[in-house]
Structure formats: C-alpha cells, structure tokens
C-alpha cells in the first residue's frame, strides 16, 4: 500500500494547488472572523491544543496549567494523541476551518510562519519587548519565534534529538562504555548481541525511522550537510556517498532491532528499555522526561550521552506555543500566558519534567541532571553547531517533511530497495519541489 505521504510525493502538482486552495479557505474562514468580531468582554479562559499525551508530556503540562491557574487563567486541556504532532496538526486546520480555532497551540518550527502568512497569530511584541526576549533566547530561539519582525510565538524548551540513552546496569555488567564514533557503537552492539540482548530499541513507525535516520546524517556530515540535505533540499547532496553511507548503516541498525522490527508509539518503545528488553535508545530528550515519571532516575537506572559521532552537534526541535486571535476577548490571558512560560522559573521546572532544556541564555546548568546540561552546553555553542530536525519540523515545510519521511521509510521495511535507488526517487523528489517553489514565485 502507498502511504498518503509517497502518493503526495508522486503527485507535487497537486498537493502544491491543494495546499494553496486549503490556505484560500483558511483566509475566507479568517476574514469572516474579523468582520464578525465583536468588542467582547476580557476571558481568562484558554483552551490549549497540544499533542502531549505520555505520562510525562502530562505532567509537563499539569505543571503549565497549575502555573497559569496562579496567574487567574483557566487551562482548558485539548490534547490530541499521535507521535510527533502528526494527529493535532490534522485537528489544527479541520477547526479553524470551522471557525473554531483554540486560543493556544503548540505549533512548532517552519509551521509557525506558515500559519503567521495567513494572518492567524497574535503578536506578542509588547510582552517580547517588556521581558527583554531578544537578550533573553538564544538567538536561533528569537529567529525561529519572529515572522517579518513580529514576535507570534512564545518558546517553551530545546529537545535535542541525537540523543542515545543506554541501560547503566547492562553496560556495568558487560563492563561496556558509552560509544563515541560509529566503531565503538558496533562493537557494543555485537557485544550485547553476544550476551542475547537487544541492542537497539527502535519502532518501524515512519517518523521514529527518520528521526534514528537523520542521526546517522549529522554523524557523517555534521550540521552543515544535514541543511544542505534538509532545509536547502540541495539534489546533489543527496548524490553525495554520506547520504549512501548512511543509507548502509541504518540498514546496518535494523540487524540490533527486534526482529521482526514492529510498529509501536514511542512510549511503547521505551517501555522495552526501561524493563532491560533492549539496552540503547537513540531518539529526542523527551525519552528522559518518561523514565524519569516511571521512577527511573538519570545516571543511575540509566544515563544517555550524544549519538556517536555528534558529540559537538545539538539536532533540535523547539516547543512554542502561538496563540489564535479569533474574537480578541482573550488577548490579556494569551499575553499572560506568553509571558509566564519564558520566565526563568517556569522555564526550569517544566524543562525538568519534560526532558527539554531551557531556552534562555541565563538559565543555570547546575540546576540541570548530566544529560540536560549536555544538552544546552551544545545548544550554546552557537548555529554552526546546530542542525534543525527534519522529522519535528525544524527543517523544512509539512509536505515536504512528511514526502521525504515516507522515502526513507520505504528504504527501511523494504530490503529491495537499494541505497542507489532512494537517492535518484529523492533526487527527483527534490527537483520537484524547486520547479514547484519557482512556479509559485
């Protein structure tokens, strides 16, 4: 069967016009909104759209919400189940195709100036300029929340997605040590091969097979090649032997995988490595925010250090929340609610929960575990040490993420396909997508 993403792959012209007519819809859905706007009373309630359902995503946002009640705003949860935000996307666009937009939502990365084009997002300037955003964030935090010099979204926390957690009594007992390049990574997964475990917890669910893929990408060719493949979509780069080398080893992987390797959600998988089923994880940081829930404390039931070969890289993805301006009776506790979640306390205990890391520049290290303060440190080192994911949006539009998604998980359940053959299907993919973008210039 074809997934919807690989028939919109094969289809360029027609998913370009239906995304510009659904974005005319959308305006009409908008405009009406405006002319119907009334100049309604203040309402300290929000409803807030999201996809953090886990029991540690809960937890984080239990945590926002009880912040929000000491300010006087109602938290009225609208969360929306499905790894990686593909569900509350969909759910997204169907309600404000209804005219039925929720006050808050967690939309993140390239999604967010999308939305901003069309005129849906409050800006929050006033609330930017009165806490001093701009010195706050780290720069690529206040570039990625800004659209044509408007700030339309508040930064919640930094995951970083080359991250490889390993079980510390596994790795104690068979006196193993945490791999730094990719030959220590194979001699322990044989190891553990050796001793009858599963090295590798992974699921064969698209986006969980493209996040461990783009993993490899930064190992072989660090930030700067990841954007050329990514975010520049550059056809040669995708001819270039880093790509096929990675191509190589993710299939390499799939050999320390269950077997066969199932399609599970992600919390499914770290179930398997928190009983001792499988001995690594390589995935974002919110894996740390779950175990630590389930009573597995960082650095002693386990402890997670970068995927070998990025130990200087930071693969982000940011959580933010922008607020819809629908009938502006809201606007105050929208502001309130901004402001709230970017000040340096809130900022340290829910990253703590979640897993994240704060995205402020003044935070302090101390107060974070080993795999948090990792996480930042790199993060601080500036752009040329970071590389936008992919798979959580960073990189690049939804159309295009979820087409290049689907070619890399085909190359993965289907070992016919060759490494050759998924480069020319994205080369052309990619040619594809530049005549369609000077089309609609």
């Given at each position: 069967?074809?997934?919807?993403?690989?028939?919109?792959?094969?289809?360029?012209?027609?998913?370009r016009f239906a995304r510009a007519a659904a974005l005319g819809v959308l305006c009409v859905a908008f405009c009406t909104v405006k002319v119907h706007a009334a100049t309604p009373q203040s309402d300290?309630?929000?409803q807030v759209l999201h996809w953090w359902t886990s029991a540690s995503e809960r937890k984080a946002a239990s945590l926002l919400a009880a912040r929000m009640a000491d300010e006087g705003i109602t938290w009225r949860d609208a969360g929306i189940p499905g790894g990686a935000g593909i569900g509350a996307g969909k759910v997204l666009k169907s309600r404000v195709l209804a005219n039925d937009a929720p006050e808050v939502t967690q939309i993140i990365g390239v999604s967010i100036r999308e939305w901003a084009d069309l005129g849906f997002l409050l800006e929050l300037d006033k609330?930017?300029?009165?806490?001093?955003?701009?010195t706050s964030f780290f720069p690529t935090i206040q570039n990625l929340i800004q659209h044509r010099k408007h700030v339309v979204a508040a930064p919640l926390g930094i995951h970083r997605i080359n991250t490889l957690f390993y079980n510390k009594k596994i790795f104690s007992t068979l006196k193993l040590s945490p791999p730094e390049n990719w030959d220590e990574l194979v001699t322990v997964a044989a190891r553990l091969k050796a001793a009858g475990l599963i090295p590798l917890a992974q699921s064969s669910e698209p986006w969980q097979v493209a996040t461990l893929f783009e993993n490899l990408i930064l190992a072989e060719g660090?930030?700067?090649y990841h954007r050329e493949l990514f975010v520049k979509q550059n056809a040669q780069?995708?001819?270039d032997k880093r790509f096929a080398h990675a191509l190589e080893r993710l299939r390499q992987m799939k050999g320390w995988?269950?077997?066969?390797?199932?399609?599970?959600?992600?919390?499914?998988?770290?179930?398997?490595?928190?009983k001792n089923e499988a001995a690594m994880m390589?995935?974002?940081?919110?894996?740390?925010?779950?175990?630590n829930d389930g009573g597995f404390v960082t650095d002693e039931a386990f402890s997670c250090t970068a995927m070998p070969g990025t130990g200087k890289y930071h693969l982000y993805s940011v959580d933010t929340f922008s607020m819809f301006t629908n009938d502006y009776s809201r606007i105050a506790a929208q502001e309130k609610l901004a402001r709230l979640v970017a000040t340096p306390a809130v900022q340290a205990d829910?990253?703590?929960?979640?897993?994240?890391?704060s995205v402020r520049r003044d935070a302090d290290p101390a107060r974070m575990d080993s795999c948090a303060r990792a996480s930042w440190n790199a993060f601080a080192q500036g752009a040329a040490t970071q590389a936008p994911s992919l798979v959580h949006r960073m990189a690049t539009d939804e159309t295009s993420k979820d087409a290049i998604i689907a070619v890399i998980h085909r190359y993965f359940i289907d070992a016919t396909v060759s490494p050759a053959d998924t480069q020319a299907r994205l080369v052309a993919m990619y040619k594809t997508f530049g005549n369609n973008k000077k089309q609609n210039l």
């Open positions: 069967m074809i997934s919807p993403a690989h028939h919109l792959a094969a289809s360029p012209l027609a998913w300290s309630t929000l609330v930017a300029a009165a806490n001093k955003w701009n660090g930030p700067e780069a995708v001819m995988m269950n077997n066969p390797v199932d399609e599970r959600p992600w919390t499914e998988v770290v179930k398997q490595f928190s390589i995935t974002g940081d919110w894996v740390k925010g779950e175990l829910y990253n703590a929960v979640k897993g994240s890391v």
